[in-house]
């Protein structure tokens, strides 16, 4: 079978070495946004192991070793640092934005990967050929808005646009899903290539409306005809909304946007896990 590999970032801001950096460079302490999932995070290495087996390498991108969850077997996973693959000019950074502008420069990487935030979970057992067959890729936009052009956007919403914008004159921008991005290396690395004066002028080190997300690549394959729609069900879920564990969906995204309560913490939810994924994975030492 044709290697696919698996990029996730993960960010811990109770690492002191990653408030002492934050603190020099005027980073504002966001809880939802940098929030720790501390052993929660187990789960994603175990739906990884056990719905999506056969996943060749796991690079797992931090912004120093000191991120490395402790219970992480780090000899099973390649651990990615943002100096190894983002430009020296752009560090240090505090936006998941900038690092997906980069991420085809990660060594060894396969040209057939995908590509996850860290709060996404497989739930089901998924096949490769759900992601791609031959040269096409598989996205969903199905569960997503359609951003209309003189609406007053979210944050999320103008970076949808303006990575849509810059390779895709067609009137409706439709976002993709915040789940998993199967993507081409070379795919990106040619996007990339053509677009590099924009992407290098739209960076900034936190999160910004002017900036480009993982979607500009998204989009650019489904220019060139590579795209199908995925088959993959997807879903959202917080501490306000647990319905969506009655009947689950093959993959979900836990929405950790609250300020106040950590969504990692909810007994629901924990409970669920536990009772879904009772076996450390090969991941955890």
Not at 55 to 66: A, G, P, R
Not at 83 to 89: K, R, S, V
Request: charged content about 25%; some cysteine; aromatic content about 16%.
């Amino acid at each position: 079978m044709e290697k696919i590999d698996l990029v996730v970032p993960y960010v811990d801001m109770e690492d002191p070495n990653w408030q002492q950096l934050a603190k020099q460079h005027n980073i504002p302490m966001s809880t939802c946004r940098y929030r720790s999932q501390k052993d929660f995070w187990k789960n994603f290495f175990r739906c990884i192991d056990t719905n999506l087996p056969w996943i060749n390498q796991v690079f797992l991108i931090v912004q120093s070793k000191s991120q490395v969850p402790a219970w992480l077997d780090a000899s099973k996973v390649k651990i990615i640092l943002h100096e190894d693959f983002i430009p020296m000019e752009f560090l240090p950074v505090y936006s998941s934005c900038t690092i997906e502008m980069f991420i085809q420069n990660i060594k060894e990487l396969s040209e057939k990967f995908l590509y996850f935030n860290d709060d996404i979970f497989v739930l089901r057992p998924l096949s490769p050929e759900q992601f791609f067959k031959d040269d096409i890729v598989y996205h969903n936009f199905k569960d997503r808005y359609s951003v209309i052009r003189d609406r007053k956007l979210s944050i999320h919403g103008y970076i949808c646009k303006n990575s849509h914008d810059l390779v895709d004159s067609s009137e409706e921008v439709v976002c993709p899903i915040h789940g998993i991005q199967p993507l081409l290396k070379s795919k990106m690395i040619e996007c990339y290539d053509k677009y590099k004066e924009q992407i290098f002028n739209s960076i900034t080190p936190t999160r910004a409306v002017k900036n480009f997300n993982v979607y500009l690549y998204v989009f650019y394959i489904n220019t060139l005809g590579k795209y199908r729609d995925s088959t993959v069900s997807f879903g959202y879920t917080n501490t306000y909304n647990l319905k969506l564990f009655a009947s689950y969906p093959d993959v979900i995204c836990i929405n950790d946007n609250s300020a106040i309560e950590n969504v990692y913490d909810n007994i629901f939810i924990k409970g669920f896990f536990n009772n879904l994924f009772t076996k450390k994975s090969k991941y955890e030492l």
